[in-house]
Structures are given as C-alpha cells and as structure tokens.
C-alpha cells in the first residue's frame, strides 16, 4: 500500500462533480456509505439540496469548464476533508447524436467543453490540490472504443478524455495519485430520457448491448465508487468498460 494511505487511509473527503444528475447522484448515493464527509458539486445549489449527505458534508456551486471555479471546488473539498481528498468523481457529460455532417460548429465547441475541458480542469485542478494520492474517476463512452453511427462529436471528445486518463496516470503515479475511467453503455438517466423513453428507440437499443438491457445508474455508480476505493489503490490508468459487453462482446444474435 502506498505510504501516505499507510498513514491515515480512512481520513478525507470525496469529491463529486455533477452530483444532481442520473449518474452522478448514484455515486453520492454509494459514497455515502463510507461515512467520509461528501463535496457535491453542481451549475446550481438548488438540484444539490435534494442529496442525502453524510455529517460534515458540503454543496459546491461550479461551472466545470472554468479551471479557477474548478480550482475552488478542490480546494474546499480538501479543507473539508481535513487536508486530504481521498478521491474525486467526474460525472459531467452530454449526448449528441448527430452525424458529423449536422453538428453545427456551436454544437462540436459544445461537446467538447462539457466532456473534454471540464475532464482537463478536473485533472488540473487534482494535480494541484492532491497532493497526498488518492483518485480522480472520469467517465468515457463505449462510443470511443466502437464505432457507433450518429456519434462522431462525443465519441471525439471522450476519446480525448480516455488519452487524458493514461497521461495523467502516469504523470502523478509517483505520488499515489491514480487516474482512470469509466466507459458506460446507454445509461438510463435524464441526458438519455430521449432514447429511454422512446419504446422503439429503447427496444432497438437492448439488442444492441449484448446483455439484453441498457444500463441503470447505480451498474455505472458502483464501478466508479469501487474505483475511488482507496483499497483499489494498485489500479491506474485504466479505462473500465460498463456497457453490458456493447464495445467487446459479439454474441450469438437472440432469438
């Protein structure tokens, strides 16, 4: 185990980012279980009051793409914690299923903003404000790793997010900082309300995914919590696939 979890391992703070959406509030939900004080972050404090926290915990109004308030988030999560961050949880995205001949240049500056430069400010702000270890989950999409029609725009950026995971785990391995990420399926969550609620999109999109069903929050929330567990501190610079085998598994079609 590394030195500085050796030295107090169970004293600290979590951080989640988008904490009042579908995913995001899973993970509070299975963070909450361990009893360390909770940073919840999200554009509005009046989404975050409806979380149910653990004593000591605290709501942070942030814009993830500007660094500064990003910074701030950090900063206060560690002061929160006592000093120590024992982990952060990256759950901010969007959906854009446009073929790249309809993506207007609003809607590609957009994606990538909310995917891409928010994960860069959180891993900028990490290597900052981490500076005893501890891990940072970022979320990709099965999208990155196979080709899905209609995807180009977000697949890019979370392409770019996965690149930004290897670099930076190995960047602050030196210092029990760990990186990695998540790369769900169609998740049923509000982003994703207008395939999920759609019967015929729905159902076209379960034979997709070769376990028969798209995923719920809490099958993406507890692979983040079990990342952010610091008894998984030999674990960095992976990308972990939770989509129901869509981007490596091609089964026998159902009958």
Known sequence: MHADHARDPDSGAFVVLGAAGGIGSAVVRALASHG????????TKAKLSTLELPAGSAAFEVEATDFGQVQSCLDAARELGGGRILGVAHCIGSILLKPAHATSEADWHAVLAQNLTSAFAVVRAAG????????VVLCSTAAARTGLANHEAIAAAKAGVEGLVRSAAATYAARGLRFNAVAPGLTRTPLA?????NPRSLEQSERMHPLGRVGEPEDVASAI?????????????EVL???GGLANARPVPRA
């Open 241 to 243: 696939a939770v989509d």
């Open 128 to 135: 900052k404000a981490m500076r005893e270890g501890g891990a």
């Open 193 to 197: 309300r207008a395939v999920v609620d």
């Open 225 to 237: 919590a079990w990342l952010l567990d610091p008894a998984n501190d030999w674990i960095t610079g």
């Open 36 to 43: 360390q004080p909770l940073l919840v972050a999200g554009r």
